[in-house]
């Protein structure tokens, strides 16, 4: 048995222990900002868009503010007017269909999938109505979305294919043929978040967009500067909404290390799927064919009505756990105006029940891991 006082306190996420590993190059990286005093729009902003775009085979990125401006602006930019509808996950973050409300147009939801917690590829075409303009498939925990499927539909259907990439970033979608892909370029736009414990996050707030497309990606870089394709001519209504240097030059350090990164959360996924094999009474994450996994989360399923019990008892034994998310969107108080009932997404109503999101990232030890998974056996083996 491995005893608590024998391994690092565990943390969600732990932050100041990743800061620790490139801290001479950040606080350079910090410090050439200040110095140079070009706090917006300074060099590193476009060495980062450069950069990000080359890791992901992507011609273009347009940095901003934050992964939900993302959202904002791909669905500004391709002119979505009030009363289109646009199709989402009923299981995802909030940001994904705040956008969408405040825009005026409409959600419409569908349930997810329930092993790979991803929406249901499978449901979306009977969902498809005159009105519909785009879809927004998120890759949630860190796997992709069936896209394969998804994207012949809105090929066939004319619709716009937005993929909310915020836990998403690195992870590769892989095709029937073998060929891979970026999450994030495989549709018409994707977007991201550089929030602080995402799996490229920043130092305070940051987002950013991913396209082919020339004439969007211009359109997209106005957007987020007030509309402007040329200084204090405003031909469209945009935002303000910037990546700053400061962030820009923290992820540029961080950006080489994403595939370290990733490689270090798949261990970590790796030793819990081995220590909790045994355990019946969980269900450790499914990995689907055509995707790999980059453990923004790492997330079980607690069977028979245990999940609150096992999270309590895990508590007590000092090991943070997350419940991501505890009402799916449909049942939330601001979105009850589209006319939701308990019900309508039974999937997705069961999981909000069921996941537990277990301590996952850069810093995670083996022995952190086996403390976890021995709380977690003792809890149902006693
Ligand atoms: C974090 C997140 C966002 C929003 O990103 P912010 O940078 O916090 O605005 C959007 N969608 C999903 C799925 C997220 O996890």
């Known amino acids: 048995m491995s005893q608590l006082s024998s391994i690092k306190p565990l943390q969600m996420v732990d932050l100041h222990g990743q800061y620790l590993q490139v801290a001479d190059e950040i606080n350079q990286a910090i410090q050439s900002v200040i110095d140079q005093t070009a706090f917006i ?10 950069s990000l775009a080359q890791y992901n085979a992507v011609e273009h990125v347009i940095p901003c503010g934050n992964g939900t401006d993302a959202l904002q602006l791909a ?5 979505l007017q009030p009363g289109d509808e646009v199709i989402v996950p009923t299981w995802t973050y909030v940001a994904t269909v705040e956008v969408i409300a405040l825009l005026g147009l409409k959600p419409v ?20 109505s005159p009105k519909t303009k785009a879809i927004v498939p998120v890759h949630l925990y860190g796997q ?69 497309n020339s004439e969007l990606a211009n359109t997209l870089k106005a957007m ?15 935002v303000n909404s910037r990546l700053d240097s400061l962030q820009a030059a923290i992820l540029n350090v961080k950006l080489k290390q994403l595939d370290n990164y990733t490689a ?49 008892f895990l508590k007590e034994k000092e090991v943070p756990s997350m419940i991501y998310y505890p009402v799916p969107l449909h049942l939330q108080k601001a979105y009850s105006t589209y006319g939701y009932e308990k019900g309508d997404f039974p999937v997705a109503e069961a999981l909000s029940g069921e996941v537990l999101s277990l301590p996952i990232h850069t810093e995670l030890e083996e022995a952190q891991v086996a403390y976890v998974a021995e709380q977690i056996k003792s809890f149902f083996h006693g």
């Open 224 to 238: 987020a500067n007030h509309g402007q394709f040329e200084k204090y001519h405003h031909d469209l209504i945009g």
């Open 144 to 212: 992709c979305a069936h896209m394969e499927p998804l994207l012949k539909l809105a090929t066939e259907k004319g619709l716009y294919v937005i993929e909310d990439t915020a836990q998403a970033l690195g992870a590769d979608y892989l095709f029937s043929g073998q060929q891979k892909q970026k999450a994030g370029t495989l549709g018409t736009v994707g977007t991201t978040s550089f929030f602080p414990s995402k799996n490229l996050g920043c130092y305070g707030d940051g987002g950013a967009l991913l396209t082919h």
């Open 264 to 312: 270090k959360r798949q261990q970590a996924a790796k030793w819990y799927d081995q220590m909790l094999a045994e355990v019946e009474a969980i269900q450790i994450p499914e990995r689907v064919a055509y995707s790999t996994h980059v453990f923004h989360q790492y997330t079980i399923k607690v069977k028979d009505g245990k999940r609150d019990a096992l999270r309590d």
């Open 41 to 50: 729009n300074g060099a590193e902003v476009k060495d980062f868009a450069r």
């Open 109 to 128: 939801f569908v349930d997810a999938d329930p092993n790979s917690f991803n929406l249901d590829t499978g449901a979306i075409e009977a969902l498809i």
């Open 75 to 79: 669905m500004m930019a391709l002119q």
